[in-house]
C-alpha cells in the first residue's frame, strides 16, 4: 500500500517523504528517520510536510494472536501516532490534513446480514477494539483542529503480496475452494481506487472523517473464489475447506477467514468518488491477466 501510493503521489508531482527506521538508500523517496519506542524522529520529517498518512501497523495476519502479538499490534497503530501528534504540538506545526488507516475490522469479525455504515458502533472483540484506539488516537488531530480523514479499508487487491497473491497459489494448482460455510461477505477494494482515494483525500478538504473504503460491489467468500477461478480458467473445488481445520491452524486468527459481513460504500460514493474497479471481477482481470 505505502510504496503504490508513494509511486501515484510522484506521478502527481508531490514531494514524498518516508518514515523509517532504518537508512534505504535503494528508496527513491527521501528517507527520514524515526523511532517511536524511543521517542526519535528527524525534525525536518515534521517541519516540512504539508500532509502526514499514517500507515503504520504490525500486520494482523503473520503470526498467532498471543498476548505479546496482541499488544504489538496495537503499540504500532495506536503509540506511532500519539508520537506524531506530540512531535505536531511541540513544533506549534498546523498540517492541512492528517489522514490515518483503518479496517472494516472495526465492525468485528461477524457474520452479520447487516450492511455496516460509518455510523455503527466499534465491535467488542480484538479487531474492533484495536481499531477503535487506532482512530481514537487519530482523532487528536481532529481536536487540535486538523482536517482528519480515517480510512476504514478492506481487503486489498495487489499485484504484489497481499491476500490474493496468497489465494492465487491454490486456485492455480487448480484446488481453489471456499472457506468454512463460504457465506462470509468480503469486504474488498482494488489498490489501485484504494491509492486514488487517498489522494481525494489529500486535494478536497470535503473529505473528511471517517470512510468505509471498500467497492460497493458484495461478494461472499465463495463468490469470491469462483470468480477468482473464472478469470484463470480453472476448476473450482466444490468441497469447502472445514471451519474447524482453519481453527485448528489458526486460532482465533481464523475469524480473518470464516467471518465477515458487508460493509457500505454509499458515503465514499457521495464524495463523487468514482470507482475504476466496482467490479471484482474487472479488478481480478486486472491483476491477474
Not at 501510493?5 to 518516508?18: N, P, R
Not at 510536510?49 to 503470526?63: M, P
Not at 480484538?126 to 484506539?133: I, S
Not at 484446488?175 to 482515494?197: M, T, V
Request: charged share 25%.
Amino acid at each position: 500500500m505505502g510504496k503504490a501510493l508513494c509511486e501515484k503521489l510522484k506521478t502527481k508531482g508531490y514531494d514524498v517523504g518516508i518514515l523509517s527506521r532504518s537508512k534505504n538508500t535503494e528508496v527513491e523517496f527521501k528517507t527520514f528517520l524515526w523511532n517511536p519506542d524511543n521517542n526519535e524522529i528527524e525534525t525536518e520529517a515534521i517541519a516540512t510536510a504539508d500532509y502526514i498518512i499514517h500507515l503504520a501497523g504490525a500486520s494482523i495476519a503473520d503470526k498467532r494472536w498471543t498476548a505479546q502479538r496482541r499488544k504489538i499490534i496495537v503499540d504500532s497503530r495506536v503509540r506511532s501516532a500519539n508520537f506524531i501528534f506530540n512531535q505536531i504540538q511541540n513544533q506549534n506545526k498546523q498540517l492541512k490534513a492528517y489522514i490515518s488507516a483503518s479496517a472494516v475490522g472495526y465492525y468485528g469479525a461477524i457474520n452479520s446480514g447487516k450492511i455496516f455504515t460509518e455510523n455503527d458502533a466499534a465491535a467488542c472483540d480484538f479487531l474492533g477494539d484495536t481499531c477503535f484506539k487506532w482512530e481514537r488516537s487519530a482523532s487528536q488531530f481532529k481536536e487540535i483542529g486538523i482536517r482528519t480523514t480515517i480510512m476504514r479499508t478492506g481487503l486489498v487487491l495487489s499485484k504484489t503480496g497481499g491476500a490474493l497473491q496468497k489465494m492465487l497459489i491454490p486456485a492455480k494448482m487448480g484446488f481453489a475452494s471456499a472457506i468454512g460455510n463460504g457465506k462470509q461477505y468480503i469486504p474488498w477494494i482494488h489498490i489501485d481506487d484504494l491509492c486514488e482515494f487517498y489522494i481525494k483525500a489529500i486535494e478536497d478538504n470535503q473529505v473528511e472523517g471517517k470512510f468505509n473504503v471498500v467497492a460497493p460491489e458484495f461478494q461472499t467468500n465463495q463468490n469470491f473464489t469462483q470468480v477468482l477461478t473464472k478469470v484463470l480458467d480453472k476448476p473450482f473445488w466444490f468441497p469447502k475447506v472445514p471451519a474447524f481445520v482453519l481453527k485448528i491452524i489458526m486460532s482465533e486468527m481464523s475469524d480473518l477467514l470464516l467471518k465477515g459481513s458487508r460493509v457500505s460504500a454509499d458515503k465514499i460514493i457521495s464524495t463523487g468518488f468514482s470507482f475504476r474497479f466496482p467490479k471484482l471481477e474487472d479488478a481480478i482481470k486486472d491483476l491477474v491477466g
